[in-house]
């Protein structure tokens, strides 16, 4: 998966696209909101992970410029070194998808990173098949009509 990262921080940049790169995703590091902007209008990403401050375009200003053009289902998560209780209130409200304060802890922020993307393209990340009791379901299978 393409993944995003507006960090004004270049060690914790680093650190966040090393992390993101293990994960075997691809990524790119911005450290300008103005310019990863200007990428989005152009090409697309699966997931973002921005901080609140940033050059030239806040974190929060390109969320509002993802979620007004059509942007509900990538998700995004902020990654901030602000851990106050009304910033990640209000990254929620503005439409976040999840909050970590840096820095990171290094498996979580993964795992956090592939349950969000489980959830935005379950097609992709879902299970075709699972078992309930004896019954064995494989959605590969199903009338087209039946899955959810």
Known sequence: M??????????????????????????????????????LARSTVDLLVLDWHALRLSGTDVLKAVRSVGGERMPVMFASADGAEESV??????????YVTLPVRHAEFRERL???????????????????????FDRGHWPQSLIP
């Open 114 to 136: 592939c349950a969000l993307l489980r959830r935005a393209y379950p097609e992709r990340y879902g299970k075709n098949s699972f078992d309930v009791g004896p019954y064995h």
């Open 89 to 98: 209130v209000r990254a929620f409200v503005l439409g976040a998808d999840d």
């Open 2 to 39: 393409r993944i995003a990262i507006l960090q004004r921080d270049p060690v914790q940049g680093k650190l966040l696209e090393k992390i993101v790169v293990q994960a075997g995703h691809s990524c790119v590091l911005y450290d300008d909101g103005l310019t990863l902007s200007k990428v």
